[in-house]
């Protein structure tokens, strides 16, 4: 087995990675770690979970410690953009971690928090800087980021960029990078439009690929219980007061729906929490501290708020409503079971959703061990009171009910068509997260809302919204319209 004292990274990592208690390399670390510290290019096909952050973290880190120099004023040297702020904290942090004994910089760059600390971070350069697309451009646009000192440039979850529609910022960002540089490129899937882009930036790049699906999902113990819709609140309830439940997530479909059934469960006497894109991100960040403290039993997440959170020990996860994608369905249940733990997935399906069960058992190529509690009185006699709890929710045909739901599909369409938008904004002007909020992706989503305490005021949002794909940023006195959207839904 290969250790990762075999691989030649520099001593203070080899140092942050024993300070951790990590002695071996996942697989994608065995084969990336070596390829990335020869300074090729790399095409990834991996997800959150296998070990793929350190696999492009470490020899970055070990790159630029190798060949020391400071980043140019407003710069830095390596550039990660990943689609979500949780999953560009993530990363930071790890960077952060393996960097400690190596006395390099990392900052991050994103949407919902103030211009003012970014900018400040930014100024004397940095060695590597974790963005989200739109943050990043309006940094650009303002001059307060330039990209003419990035040496490494990592594209990370690239196809959840093409569903939040990024692909044409992260087109715009690709010109303005120095021709001579690195390429790292992850995906978890390929559809074409990202096949594309990846042979766009990529030059002659090795390719690794892991599907850990298989193993971690044989270790899922994987049910699914058919009931009505109006009595799920109930059923879970009923679940998660079992002791074997110690950590979990609950997934709906929307984002109101997330908050009623944390609602509901807080009522019923069950610690849970909500996370999705119209949370603050104070209210986000204290909710995920909670869950990882151990003080939330239940975490009700949608789809995209929960991808790429990187919580360990996750005992049960509850598919209160099966997603529209059958690939959610594998990257829900995979919270779960991680670390070579085992691990408990459990669906609810109501005969709306045979459809979609059906998609899931067909593209997972398995059928689902099943249960029926349809009929069951005692849970008839609990969603009576379920209802004056927290009001049930309105029925919405889940084929409509986009797990991004609120991304009109002709916007995200117009957003990945190139000639998009300019990227151009006006972040000081616009109100802290309200530029970013106005280029409708949604990482100043708090701003855009009027949510964020004080922290945007979403001005630019309708402008965004109606321009559809335009990039501009805020003006003053434009309306905020009702057709607006977050990637983190
Ligand atoms: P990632 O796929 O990058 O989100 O990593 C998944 C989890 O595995 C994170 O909690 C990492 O800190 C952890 N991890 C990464 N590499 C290793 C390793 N070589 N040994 C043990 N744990 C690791």
Redesign the pocket.
């Known amino acids: 087995m290969t250790q ?1 004292t075999d691989l030649g990274l520099a001593k203070p990592i080899l140092k942050a990675l024993a300070d ?7 697989p994608i ?1 065995a084969q990336a770690i070596p390829i990335v510290m020869k300074g090729r290019d790399l095409l990834g096909i991996a ?9 492009f973290a470490l020899p970055i880190l070990h790159r630029l410690a190798e060949d020391r120099r400071p980043a140019p004023r407003r710069g830095f040297r390596c550039l990660v953009l990943s689609p979500t702020r949780e999953l560009a904290t ?1 990363i930071a942090d ?1 960077f952060k971690a393996y960097a400690a004994h190596l006395g390099l910089s990392v900052a991050t760059i994103f949407g919902g928090v103030k211009y003012g600390p970014q900018m400040r971070a930014l100024a004397a350069g940095v060695d590597v800087v974790v963005a989200t697309p739109g943050r990043l451009m309006d940094h650009l646009g303002e001059k307060s980021a330039t990209l003419g000192g990035v040496e490494i440039f990592v594209l990370d979850e690239a196809d959840q960029m093409l569903d939040l529609g990024f692909v044409v910022p992260i087109r715009k960002i690709a010109s303005q990078l120095p021709k001579d540089r690195q390429n790292l490129f992850f995906s978890a899937t390929m559809p074409g439009e990202i096949g594309k882009l990846a042979g766009e930036l990529l030059k002659n790049p090795a390719s690794v690929s892991i599907t850990p699906q298989a193993t971690t999902v044989e270790r899922i113990d994987q049910s699914l219980i058919y009931i009505e819709a109006q009595r799920k609140r109930p059923l879970l309830a009923e679940l998660l007061s079992d002791k074997a439940v110690e950590r979990s997530i609950v997934f709906t479909r929307t984002k109101r729906g997330a908050d009623r059934v944390a609602k509901y469960l807080t009522a019923a006497g069950i610690e849970a929490a909500s996370i999705h894109g119209d949370k603050t991100q104070g209210q986000r960040e204290r909710a995920l501290a909670a869950f990882k403290a151990g003080e939330v039993k239940a975490l009700v997440a949608t789809d995209i708020a929960a991808r790429g959170i ?1 919580v ?1 020990d996750i005992s049960h996860v509850f598919n209160y409503e099966l997603p529209n994608v059958p690939e959610a369905y594998v990257h829900r249940i995979g919270r779960t079971a ?2 070579g733990k085992d691990g408990v997935a459990i669906s609810f399906c109501s005969d709306d959703e045979r459809s979609l069960l059906k998609d899931i058992e067909k593209a997972t190529r398995q059928k689902i061990p099943s249960f029926d509690r349809r009929n069951d009185k005692a849970l008839a006699a609990a969603a009576a009171v379920a209802d004056k709890l927290a009001p049930a929710e309105k029925y919405v045909d889940p084929r409509k009910a986009d797990p991004r739901n609120n991304v009109p599909s002709e916007l995200r369409r117009k957003r990945n068509r190139n000639g998009g938008g300019q990227g151009k904004s006006a972040p000081g002007k616009g109100g802290q997260g309200g530029g970013q909020q106005a280029q409708g992706r949604g990482e100043g989503r708090n701003g855009g809302r009027g949510k964020g305490g004080g922290q945007g005021q979403g001005q630019g949002q309708g402008k965004a919204a109606a321009g559809g794909g335009d990039f501009r940023g805020p003006k003053r006195g434009v309306q905020q319209v009702e057709t607006r959207w977050s990637p983190i839904d």
């Open positions: 990762f951790k208690g990590y002695t071996q390399p996942t670390q997800q959150t979970g296998t070990g793929k952050t350190a696999a993530q790890n990187d360990n991680r670390k």
